[in-house]
């Protein structure tokens, strides 16, 4: 049984860079052909995928966050790594990793999702 769990602050202040980890458990970040992803939720908005990292360390970015988004991993650690900068009030959002098995969206396993808030 694949296990992710999401870990990090939860609240954040206008301008600095957010930086959440998830930690996977009872499966490895690099098994071939899983993409590993990040996914968030604003209130009162629907799911927003914001990038993934894959099997082989390759990284994809939604366009509108692209220019602030990174994605890293350790594979020692068998954890990846969101890190979104100069955060402003509209990302406040619950925030996922999940997994996927190729690009495609039909997600098998997602942490239990944290809350950020952006905030001064």
């Known amino acids: 049984q694949v296990q992710l769990q999401e870990s990090g602050p939860g609240l954040v202040k206008p301008s600095q860079t957010l930086s959440l980890t998830c930690t996977v458990s009872?499966?490895?970040?690099?098994?071939?052909?899983?993409?590993w992803n990040w996914i968030r939720q604003p209130p009162g908005k629907g799911l927003e995928w914001m990038g993934s990292?894959?099997?082989?360390?390759?990284?994809y970015y939604t366009p509108s966050l692209s220019g602030r988004t990174s994605i890293s991993r350790d594979t020692s650690k068998n954890q990846f790594t969101l890190q979104l900068n100069s955060v402003t009030l509209e990302d406040t959002a619950v925030y996922y990793c999940?997994?996927?098995?190729?690009?495609?969206?039909?997600?098998?396993?997602w942490g239990q999702g944290t809350q950020v808030t952006v905030s001064s």
């Open positions: 999940a997994r996927v098995y190729g690009s495609g969206t039909n997600y098998d396993y």
């Open positions: 990292i894959t099997y082989s360390g390759n990284t």
């Open positions: 009872g499966g490895s970040i690099t098994t071939y052909l899983y993409y």
